[in-house]
């Protein structure tokens, strides 16, 4: 029989994968300078659910359409996104991401999965497997928001 934990060591574990996590993708995204935290959250977005609506996009991300709207902008600026107004409803527009945008985030995840790679690399081989282990386990985390 499964003991369930208490209220107290529910919120001490998530202390510890917090304290462990965030400063972990801090410093992945620290990897890549040229765009902001926000930038690489709604470039990640559109990448993931493309093409998406702004309105959409900025339920998704959980912000306010005037900050996607000047995110978006940026992106487009920067050459890693397209906006697609919609034929029927041109006060509709949909993103997507360019071709240089397709380009930028494989180069970007490259870059980032050698920085891990590398880091992985001092830790031992049962060190690994546990992390290994974990992955599918904070997917499912990282998921249940319906973010993912």
């Known amino acids: ?32 300078t040229s765009l902001t935290p926000t930038q690489l959250s709604v470039l990640g977005a559109i990448h993931r659910y493309q093409p998406i609506s702004m309105g959409a996009l900025a339920e998704k991300e959980r912000l306010s359409r005037a900050v996607v709207s000047r995110v978006v902008t940026s992106l487009v600026d920067h050459g890693l996104v397209e906006r697609m107004p919609e034929e029927r409803d041109r006060r509709v527009c949909r993103v997507q991401v360019s071709e240089a945008g397709d380009r930028w985030i494989e180069a970007s995840r490259v870059r980032c999965n050698a920085w891990l790679a590398e880091r992985l690399s ?26 993912g």
Do not use: F, K, Y
Not at 13 to 20: K, P, Q, V
Not at 136 to 142: D, H, I, M, Q, V
């Open 122 to 147: 001092r830790l031992d081989a049962s060190q690994r497997q546990t992390i290994a282990a974990a992955v599918p386990l904070l997917e499912s985390l990282a998921g249940d928001d319906g973010r």
């Open 1 to 32: 029989m499964e003991v369930e934990p208490d209220e107290d060591a529910l919120l001490e574990l998530a202390a510890l994968l917090r304290a462990g996590v965030v400063p972990l993708g801090r410093a992945m995204r620290g990897a890549e």
